[in-house]
């Protein structure tokens, strides 16, 4: 409904409509396997096997993590975040592109253009400021959001509500920002102007030398807090949600528990993406100051919800969602690889 509302156009409507059949049957898949290795047959005897789903239960309530070293967040979460760079950094590349120019430009010629006048080489443009912050940030990311839920847990029934999962994600995502906004502002203008920047380093060096080299390091604050706490809120919320609702205790094979984990830590990041697009493009714009005045006749992004209200308004309510697809294709499979990532080496670091 959300999505309808700031989609008015009638094509857009039916890009929609095929992206949310898509996520139906993308659910639907999933809930007929659960539901396949929920009730297991012996072929033996033709009966479920009670005994041996108690025992499983069992171990996967005694197995369960209460603390995990900072350290271990720290590889963990810096391992999770280079892997899901390292697949779907060049989405990230054109998303950026499509955001700060008001013109609409299909993703396909986006890359076209992109693939023609600059090469391949453009697509993995300022990766290693995401590279060199993705280990503090997803070491924040992960390890905020587990010390915010002790502050959502009730201490009698030792547990917490979906919206103490959705508040510790958000505040996670707020402490998040300020770690990462600096390297987003490097990677968004490498991305955007190949000729101005021709290194990182060179990048950071111009930046350093500006009259308020701070200010500049954390230009657009503002709308990177609001779109981190959106995001971070509705991933772990919902993640930590739809693990309740479907818990693993059922899941016999390896296989069936990464596929559990990957399918809603894909959804997770799909959801969030949809809610955060708005913020990220506002950031985007506020990050790249060297073509604000070729966006919407000079209007100087300050502030968040000006911002949006702007572009709603002067340009149209479609281009708060600019590159919500590309977003999409990096985020939502990206949000499956992370946790799942995450996951992984948590469990392998277990035994140090």
């Known amino acids: 409904i ?5 989609y008015p156009h009638s094509t857009l409507h039916g890009r929609i409509h095929k992206v949310l059949w898509g ?14 290795c929920i009730v297991r047959i012996d072929p033996h005897t033709h009966q479920q096997p009670m005994q041996q789903s108690s025992t499983i239960v069992s171990k996967k309530t005694t197995a369960i993590r209460t603390d995990v070293p900072f350290w271990k967040q720290l590889v963990a979460g810096g391992g999770a975040g280079i892997a899901e760079i390292l697949l779907m950094y060049p989405t990230d590349v054109m998303k950026t592109r499509a955001q700060v120019v008001s013109k609409r430009t299909p993703i396909v010629e986006t890359f076209v253009n992109i693939l023609r006048t600059e090469g391949l080489g453009t697509f993995y443009r300022g990766i290693t400021s995401p590279i060199v912050a993705e280990a503090p940030k997803r070491a924040v990311k992960f390890s905020c959001n587990e010390r915010y839920k002790s502050l959502f847990v009730n201490p009698t029934t030792n547990t917490m509500s979906n919206f103490g999962a959705v508040a510790a994600g958000s505040l996670a995502g707020v402490t998040e920002a300020f770690v990462n906004c600096p390297f987003e502002v490097i990677k968004v203008r490498m991305q955007t102007d190949a000729v101005a920047y021709a290194t990182t380093f060179r990048c950071l060096t111009q930046i350093l030398r500006s009259d308020k080299p701070l200010a500049n390091l954390y230009k657009g604050i503002e709308s990177h807090v609001w779109r981190n706490a959106t995001w971070n809120g509705a991933y772990f919320g919902l993640i930590g949600t739809l693990r309740n609702l479907y818990p693993t205790t059922n899941l016999v094979t390896d296989n069936q528990k990464t596929l559990h984990t990957l399918a809603i830590g894909t959804f997770a990041g799909g959801f969030a993406s949809c809610l955060s697009t708005p913020f990220d493009v506002v950031k985007s714009r506020m990050q790249q100051q060297q073509q604000l005045r070729q966006l919407s006749g000079g209007f100087h992004y300050r502030y968040t919800i000006p911002s949006l209200v702007h572009i709603a308004m002067h340009e149209s309510p479609a281009n708060l969602y600019k590159g919500l697809y590309l977003r999409l294709l990096r985020l939502a499979p990206g949000g499956g690889v992370m946790v799942l990532v995450f996951d992984r080496i948590t469990e392998f670091l277990q035994d140090f």
């Not at 996520?23 to 396949?36: G, I, N, P, T």
């Open 2 to 6: 959300f999505l309808f509302i700031f």
């Open 23 to 36: 996520l139906c049957v993308f659910a639907q898949v999933w809930l007929s396997a659960r539901v396949h």
